[in-house]
């Protein structure tokens, strides 16, 4: 897809649809020996504030990669605009020697994370989501972020410095800011992750993303989709068709699926 455009700047989101196949990562070996289940399988546990009445997230950063306090500002009030916590949503900061891995799979991101987690996801009235800021970037340099399971999501800052726009517009601090907004709405099940949107606008080409440019579930930012935002802004928001959504899933009226919880 981005071969052809040459040095052009693609700003890419991976969310991964099916859990990893094969024999790693056995359940049995691991500190919380919980599934981890699929991005969107901790939705109701967020959305809904029966039996966890609070949220944790764990930002787990390599040294000198911890993110703007804008970026967890925002994903705070984003997650408190859609999920019922009357205990609060807290950010809980851990430096975190990841190694110096030069290059990311989502296995290595998803055996990272629950090597480095404080406490299980779902820990007596706590939910508990992940995320971590590395060095190094993805496996394909092009993804700033990925969520990887139910609990548990990565930020590429390496890749997000170098994503930012022509005279600093979008700044790499915008940037990190949509990516740690898109990455979480995974993990609420956007687009379509866990149940069938009663509104058609996912994007065909593009699971699990929207079609709608000013979503920040937008499937990518592309280099001739880039010049838009350049002079408009990167979207940051859920829009109305993902809060329907999530409205529709915490009140039981849209049909869930693959939730860890209830
Ligand atoms: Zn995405």
């Known amino acids: 897809m981005t071969h052809a455009r ?7 989101t991976l ?3 099916v859990p990893a ?5 056995e359940d049995g070996l691991q500190v919380f020996p919980e599934k981890k289940g699929v991005p969107g399988g901790l939705t109701l546990a967020c959305l ?3 039996s966890f009445t609070s949220m944790v997230i764990e930002i787990d950063h390599a040294p000198g990669y911890r993110p703007y306090t804008s970026s967890t500002d925002l994903l705070v009030e984003r ?22 891995q030069a290059s990311w799979s989502a296995q290595d991101v998803r055996d990272e994370g629950w090597e480095n987690k404080d406490a299980s996801p779902m820990d007596g009235n706590t939910l508990q989501w992940q995320i971590l800021f590395p060095e190094g970037t993805y496996e394909d340099e092009s993804v700033l972020g990925v969520a990887v399971d139910a609990s548990t999501m990565a930020l590429f800052s390496d890749a997000i410095e170098e ?3 022509l005279f600093g517009r979008p700044s790499v601090e915008d940037v990190e800011n949509s990516v740690i907004v898109h990455e979480a709405g995974h993990l609420l099940g956007l687009v379509n992750l866990v149940y069938t949107s009663p509104v058609n606008h996912e994007d065909p080409d ?3 993303h929207s079609s709608n440019d000013d979503s920040v579930m937008y499937w990518a930012i592309e280099s ?6 350049i002079t408009g802004d990167l979207p940051t928001a859920f829009d109305d068709d993902d809060l329907a959504d999530l409205a529709g899933l915490a009140s039981g009226d849209i049909p869930v699926r693959d939730q860890l919880w209830p």
């Open 15 to 17: 969310v991964l649809l």
């Open 206 to 208: 593009h699971p699990g």
């Open 163 to 165: 994503a930012d726009g």
């Open 21 to 25: 196949s094969g024999c790693l990562g």
């Open 79 to 100: 997650l408190e605009q859609v999920c019922e916590k009357p205990g609060g949503i807290r950010i809980q900061y851990n430096e975190v020697a990841f190694g110096e």
């Open 48 to 50: 809904r504030d029966a």
């Open 224 to 229: 001739t989709g880039l010049v838009n935002f």
């Open 6 to 12: 040459g040095t052009a700047l693609v700003l890419v």
